[in-house]
């Protein structure tokens, strides 16, 4: 091998990284999070599996026609920006009666977890009022994730903020079915501010969350760590004023189990 090949390759690995993740307090994906991540090689088909990105600057139509399963109490929202510089979607239960929410499940974006699969997720979001009701992560198909508090009955993984919730916290929730782990108040939620919420399924044995960057919470319990396909899923809900929030970007891969 030629040095000109060496040289070329060692960039290659630099861009690479650069690809995978920005840093843990920038507004990209966080290498904390991202580095066993092999994207690349998912992306292009050397490793089995699958990735998902979407920072929303291309066409976007929210609708069932385009994947999307959206169940409301109220006249609730979910449009892409046109005001976000680089791109976002906004979800919005438009109304302001206590439990008027939206629930939103990309459907058609989904992974499963297994023995032997990894998946990584994170999302940038930054609620409006950031005491109103949210859930942004996987879930089992549902139509409504948050009725005062998180459902119980299908597999789920992600961050809330519920009726009961400290306000301006965000918890975070491991679900096997029934069976469930919440570790509370994880993260410092501001109005208008975004936040980078994000986690790490190894197998059927672990979850690691992160916010920010930073893990916060671990899993380990089997009876609570999710082992059936779950989708991409939003929801907003009302308490005292409307639930809004701005999802600037999204970030999804799986290591194995592909179909």
């Known amino acids: 091998m030629s040095r000109w090949n060496v040289c070329e390759q060692l960039a290659t690995a630099v861009r690479t990284e650069a690809l995978i993740a920005e840093s843990a307090s920038g507004k990209g994906p966080s290498p904390a999070l991202w580095s066993g991540c092999p994207w690349m090689a998912l992306e292009h088909g050397a490793k089995e599996g699958f990735v998902y990105f979407n920072d929303f600057m291309d066409v976007h139509d929210p609708t069932t026609a385009c994947g999307w399963n959206i169940d409301t109490t109220g006249s609730g929202t979910l449009t892409a920006s046109a005001t976000v510089q680089g791109g976002a979607i906004v979800i919005n239960t438009v109304g302001t009666t206590l439990d008027d929410h939206i629930n939103a499940q990309l459907k058609n974006c989904m992974v499963k977890p297994a023995a032997g699969v990894k998946i990584w997720f994170e999302m940038r979001v930054a609620p409006t009022d950031a005491t109103q009701q949210f859930y942004f992560g996987l879930a089992g198909v549902c139509t409504d994730i948050i009725a005062s ?83 991409w899923t939003l929801f907003t809900g009302c308490e005292s004023a409307a639930g809004v929030a701005t999802i600037d970007w999204i970030k999804l891969a799986q290591e194995g189990g592909r179909a």
């Open 149 to 231: 508090d998180v459902e119980d009955t299908v597999d789920k993984c992600g961050f809330f903020h519920e009726d009961g919730s400290t306000d301006n916290k965000i918890s975070a929730i491991s679900a096997n079915g029934t069976s469930d782990e919440r570790d509370l108040d994880v993260g410092t939620t501001k109005d208008n501010t975004y936040i980078k919420l994000g986690f790490m399924i190894d197998g059927v044995s672990r979850v690691t969350f992160y916010v920010n960057g930073v893990a916060v919470a671990t899993c380990t319990d089997a009876d609570d760590i999710p082992d059936s396909v779950m989708c």
